[in-house]
């Protein structure tokens, strides 16, 4: 409750600040870090991720950004390790209900690659012996809100609906899956 009411408090406390409007020109820079450990009792065995994912937007005009971002991600569980890498374009299209409030709706296409370690196969299915590498491609929808707690710096909570392909280089394609998340990422505004 006392984080809820500082949060609040810092949320009130930056709309006092000026807001310069966005326009032709303005950069924003993007995207997350994030870092998740499980422990799984049953196997004595722990799962991590640690993935980056930068991103970088030019305003063409008061309403609409190009510009796209790119992925790192390590993964760790048990015997089985991976790296991702990924890039691909996005268009962001903003609504400018308020001089603190930015909605934007966004589309991205992100192509990315995988690589497994030697001593590991990817576990879906495990019973598989692949050749190391996924390709996979992302088609994103995304709806956020940039809160400005400052003249150019924004909290951005979204949520984002993928589809998802994935291609192994010894199997048939399988077929799309559909993802959901959610989360808040942090814009910086370059005017």
Request: charged share 20%; glycine share 8%.
């Amino acid at each position: 409750m006392r984080t809820l009411i500082i949060f609040a408090v810092f949320i009130f406390a930056s709309n006092l600040i000026a807001q310069d409007d966005i326009g032709i020109g303005t950069y924003t820079l993007g995207g997350g870090i994030s870092f998740t450990s499980s422990f799984e009792e049953d196997d004595d065995e722990t799962a991590s991720r640690l993935s980056i994912s930068p991103s970088c937007y030019f305003f063409v005009s008061k309403y609409l950004a190009l510009g796209g971002s790119v992925f790192f991600a390590y993964d760790e569980d048990g015997d089985l390790s991976s790296t991702s890498f990924g890039i691909g374009p996005g268009i962001k299209f903003y609504i400018h209900p308020h001089q603190k409030f930015k909605i934007n709706l966004g589309l991205e296409y992100l192509f990315q690659k995988t690589e497994f370690d030697d001593d590991s196969s990817y576990p879906y299915p495990v019973s598989l012996n692949l050749d190391r590498t996924t390709t996979t491609w992302y088609l994103s929808f995304t709806a956020g809100c940039d809160i400005f707690i400052s003249r150019n710096v924004a909290l951005e909570p979204y949520i984002n609906l993928r589809r998802i392909q994935r291609d192994y280089s010894n199997m048939d394609d399988l077929p799309w899956i559909v993802e959901a998340t959610e989360g808040i990422r942090i814009a910086i505004f370059i005017f």
